[in-house]
């Protein structure tokens, strides 16, 4: 895992998230492109290979210019150049939409298996 030390609050709150699905991750993942993941998420698919999600927590203070919104779509299509699903989450998201969000994905891309939503998630 990355430097805990140096969360975000919103990347402390994805962690949690992620924990309690019971999602296998990565905290700040170093690409060999420079990027810097804030969660790398692996998951396999039916045919046994590995899936991979990068999660992103985009705070409004660090995200909200035209600026970052364009380097910010440009790193998405190099991390996806490599095969690396991306899925933004902005300020203001819940452990329901991250968990329906990352199976949605999961479906798309063939994952065998996926844990069942957490009852602390709520209906």
């Given at each position: 895992?990355?430097?805990?030390?140096?969360?975000?609050?919103?990347?402390?709150?994805?962690?949690?998230?992620?924990?309690?699905?019971?999602?296998?991750?990565?905290?700040?993942?170093?690409?060999?492109?420079?990027?810097?993941?804030?969660?790398?998420?692996?998951?396999?698919?039916?045919?046994?290979?590995?899936?991979?999600?990068?999660?992103?927590?985009?705070?409004?203070?660090?995200?909200?210019?035209?600026?970052?919104r364009l380097k910010d779509?440009?790193?998405?299509?190099?991390?996806?150049?490599?095969?690396?699903?991306?899925?933004?989450?902005?300020?203001?998201?819940?452990?329901?939409?991250?968990?329906?969000?990352?199976?949605?994905?999961?479906?798309?891309?063939?994952?065998?298996?996926?844990?069942?939503?957490p009852e602390s998630f709520?209906?």
């Open positions: 895992m990355g430097d805990q030390a140096h969360r975000t609050c919103l990347e402390k709150q994805m962690a949690g998230y992620l924990k309690e699905i019971g999602l296998i991750f990565s905290e700040q993942y170093s690409l060999r492109t420079g990027s810097i993941l804030d969660f790398l998420v692996t998951l396999k698919r039916y045919d046994g290979t590995e899936f991979y999600i990068d999660v992103e927590t985009d705070g409004s203070n660090w995200h909200h210019t035209k600026s970052q779509l440009m790193r998405d299509k190099n991390t996806r150049s490599l095969g690396i699903e991306v899925l933004r989450f902005r300020e203001g998201f819940n452990g329901h939409m991250v968990y329906g969000t990352i199976l949605s994905c999961a479906r798309r891309n063939g994952v065998k298996e996926f844990p069942p939503c709520g209906d």
